[in-house]
C-alpha cells in the first residue's frame, strides 16, 4: 500500500518552514538531547529558577504598526525596484515609524545568507545566482528622493570568493553618484577577515562603516556561530585606522552578564584605538577609537531562534549609554528598539555635535518635532 502523501502546513508554520527550511541553532526542542550543554554558555541560569522565552511583552516594547500614506509611497518605491529591505526580512518592529517617516534600510547581495546566526530572521541557505544589476536599481531608486541619510546592509556571502566587496563598492559608488548629497551609511558583514574585500569599501568611501558585534564574547559561539569576536573588533579598528566613521552594535537580554557588557566596551575602545591612524583627539597618546554603539533589548524572531533571556528595563538602558561613553565612545545609541539603522540619521548628527547628546533627548526631540 503506497503511504499517503504528507500534505504541507498552512499558515504562520508554513511561512516560518519556508524562510527556514533546516532548524536553526536556538531551537530549544532540538538542543534538548544535545550531547554537549551549551547553557552555560547562553544562558544566565542562577540558582532561581529561570523560563526560556518570557510570552508577554513589557509595555516600553510596543512598536508603531505599520499603515499610513507615507508607509504606503515607501513599500511602493521598494516593490518598484525590486529591492530588498532589512525591514522586511528581519522582521524589525520599527517597519511602522521608519517607512512613515520614508526611511528604509535598502540590502544588497539578494535576501538569502549563507550563514545562520542564531538570532537572525533572514533566510538562510545557498543563494541564487547573484543580480549584477542591483547596484543601479538601488542608486535609481534613490535618484530625485532628497533623502538626508541612507542605510545600506547586505546578507553574508560566503559564498563569494570576494564575499561581495566588489558589489558593495560599485553600489555605493553608484548612490554617490544618483544622490550626490546624501549622508551614506554601510552596515557589513566580516567577509571572513580578508583584509583586501574589506579595503575596496573602506576605498568606495561611504560616510559610515557599521559593524554589528551584536553580542558579548561568550555568547558568540551560540549568537555567531560563523563570526568571530576577535575578527569584528579587528574590523573595525582597521576602519579607525584609515580614518573613517566606525559603528557597531549589540543586542542585549540574550544571556549577557553585566560585567561582560563593560568589557566589551572596553575591548572595543582598547583595540579599535590600537592603531598609527589619526589620534583620539581626547587622548592624542592613542588612535581614535570606535565611534557609535547601538544597544537594543533582543527580540526573538520565532521558536527557531535563540530565546530571550530577559527583558530588559529601560533604566538599564540609561545605565549602559552612562558605561559605554566612560569607556570612551563618542556616541552610545541605547534603548529597548533601538536598531542599527534606527534613528540613523539622528545618531550621525549626535556625532556630529560630539556625542553629547543623550538617547532619551534625541527620541524625545523626534516626537516635538513630530508634532
Given at each position: 500500500?503506497?503511504?499517503?502523501?504528507?500534505?504541507?502546513?498552512?499558515?504562520?508554520?508554513?511561512?516560518?518552514?519556508?524562510?527556514?527550511?533546516?532548524?536553526?541553532?536556538?531551537d530549544?526542542?532540538?538542543?534538548?538531547?544535545?550531547?554537549?550543554?551549551?547553557?552555560?554558555?547562553?544562558l544566565?541560569?542562577?540558582?532561581?529558577a529561570?523560563?526560556?522565552?518570557?510570552?508577554?511583552?513589557?509595555?516600553?516594547?510596543?512598536?508603531?504598526?505599520?499603515?499610513?500614506?507615507?508607509?504606503?509611497?515607501?513599500?511602493?518605491?521598494?516593490?518598484?525596484?525590486?529591492?530588498?529591505?532589512?525591514?522586511?526580512?528581519?522582521?524589525?518592529?520599527?517597519?511602522?515609524e521608519?517607512?512613515?517617516?520614508?526611511v528604509?534600510?535598502?540590502?544588497?547581495?539578494?535576501?538569502?545568507?549563507?550563514?545562520?546566526?542564531g538570532?537572525c530572521?533572514?533566510?538562510?541557505g545557498?543563494p541564487?545566482?547573484?543580480?549584477?544589476?542591483?547596484p543601479?536599481?538601488?542608486?535609481?531608486?534613490?535618484?530625485?528622493?532628497?533623502?538626508?541619510?541612507?542605510v545600506?546592509?547586505?546578507?553574508?556571502r560566503?559564498?563569494?570568493?570576494?564575499?561581495?566587496?566588489?558589489?558593495?563598492?560599485?553600489?555605493?559608488?553608484?548612490?554617490?553618484?544618483?544622490?550626490?548629497?546624501?549622508?551614506?551609511e554601510?552596515?557589513?558583514?566580516?567577509?571572513?577577515?580578508?583584509?583586501?574585500?574589506?579595503?575596496?569599501?573602506?576605498?568606495a568611501?561611504?560616510d559610515?562603516?557599521a559593524?554589528?558585534?551584536?553580542t558579548?564574547?561568550?555568547?558568540?559561539?551560540?549568537?555567531?556561530?560563523?563570526a568571530?569576536?576577535?575578527?569584528?573588533i579587528?574590523?573595525?579598528?582597521?576602519?579607525?585606522?584609515?580614518?573613517a566613521?566606525?559603528?557597531?552594535?549589540?543586542?542585549?537580554?540574550i544571556g549577557?552578564?553585566?560585567?561582560?557588557?563593560?568589557?566589551?566596551?572596553?575591548?572595543l575602545?582598547?583595540i579599535?584605538?590600537?592603531h598609527?591612524?589619526?589620534?583620539?583627539?581626547?587622548?592624542?597618546?592613542?588612535?581614535?577609537?570606535?565611534?557609535?554603539?547601538?544597544?537594543g533589548?533582543?527580540?526573538?524572531?520565532?521558536?527557531?531562534?535563540?530565546?530571550?533571556d530577559r527583558w530588559?528595563?529601560?533604566?538599564?538602558?540609561?545605565a549602559l549609554e552612562?558605561?559605554?561613553?566612560?569607556?570612551g565612545?563618542?556616541?552610545?545609541?541605547?534603548?529597548?528598539?533601538?536598531?542599527?539603522?534606527?534613528?540613523?540619521?539622528?545618531?550621525?548628527?549626535?556625532?556630529?555635535?560630539g556625542?553629547?547628546?543623550?538617547?532619551?533627548?534625541?527620541?524625545l526631540?523626534?516626537?516635538?518635532?513630530?508634532?
Amino acid at each position: 500500500m503506497t503511504p499517503p502523501t504528507p500534505q504541507r502546513e498552512a499558515g504562520p508554520t508554513a511561512r516560518v518552514l519556508e524562510r527556514h527550511p533546516r532548524p536553526l541553532g536556538g531551537d530549544p526542542a532540538r538542543n534538548a538531547a544535545a550531547v554537549v550543554s551549551l547553557t552555560g554558555m547562553v544562558l544566565n541560569n542562577g540558582a532561581a529558577a529561570h523560563h526560556l522565552a518570557p510570552k508577554k511583552k513589557p509595555a516600553w516594547l510596543r512598536a508603531k504598526a505599520p499603515g499610513g500614506p507615507e508607509f504606503i509611497a515607501t513599500k511602493a518605491n521598494v516593490d518598484k525596484h525590486g529591492l530588498h529591505t532589512v525591514c522586511q526580512e528581519a522582521s524589525c518592529p520599527n517597519i511602522g515609524e521608519c517607512w512613515a517617516r520614508g526611511v528604509a534600510t535598502t540590502m544588497i547581495l539578494g535576501d538569502v545568507c549563507t550563514r545562520n546566526c542564531g538570532f537572525c530572521n533572514i533566510k538562510t541557505g545557498k543563494p541564487p545566482v547573484t543580480d549584477l544589476d542591483e547596484p543601479r536599481r538601488v542608486a535609481e531608486s534613490l535618484r530625485g528622493t532628497h533623502l538626508k541619510h541612507l542605510v545600506i546592509t547586505s546578507v553574508d556571502r560566503d559564498d563569494l570568493p570576494d564575499g561581495g566587496a566588489a558589489i558593495w563598492a560599485e553600489t555605493i559608488t553608484r548612490v554617490k553618484e544618483a544622490a550626490p548629497d546624501l549622508s551614506l551609511e554601510v552596515l557589513i558583514g566580516d567577509f571572513k577577515g580578508d583584509p583586501d574585500d574589506l579595503q575596496l569599501v573602506i576605498d568606495a568611501k561611504p560616510d559610515i562603516i557599521a559593524h554589528n558585534m551584536e553580542t558579548v564574547k561568550r555568547c558568540h559561539p551560540a549568537v555567531r556561530p560563523a563570526a568571530r569576536y576577535e575578527r569584528s573588533i579587528e574590523l573595525l579598528k582597521r576602519v579607525k585606522a584609515a580614518g573613517a566613521v566606525a559603528k557597531t552594535g549589540i543586542m542585549v537580554g540574550i544571556g549577557e552578564k553585566p560585567e561582560e557588557i563593560r568589557e566589551l566596551f572596553d575591548d572595543l575602545v582598547r583595540i579599535t584605538s590600537d592603531h598609527a591612524g589619526p589620534r583620539d583627539p581626547r587622548d592624542p597618546s592613542r588612535g581614535d577609537p570606535v565611534d557609535i554603539i547601538t544597544i537594543g533589548q533582543y527580540l526573538q524572531p520565532t521558536r527557531n531562534h535563540l530565546p530571550v533571556d530577559r527583558w530588559v528595563d529601560p533604566s538599564e538602558f540609561l545605565a549602559l549609554e552612562e558605561q559605554g561613553k566612560a569607556a570612551g565612545i563618542k556616541v552610545v545609541f541605547s534603548g529597548p528598539l533601538v536598531r542599527s539603522s534606527y534613528l540613523a540619521d539622528a545618531q550621525a548628527e549626535m556625532l556630529a555635535e560630539g556625542g553629547g547628546i543623550s538617547t532619551l533627548n534625541t527620541l524625545l526631540g523626534r516626537d516635538e518635532r513630530a508634532g
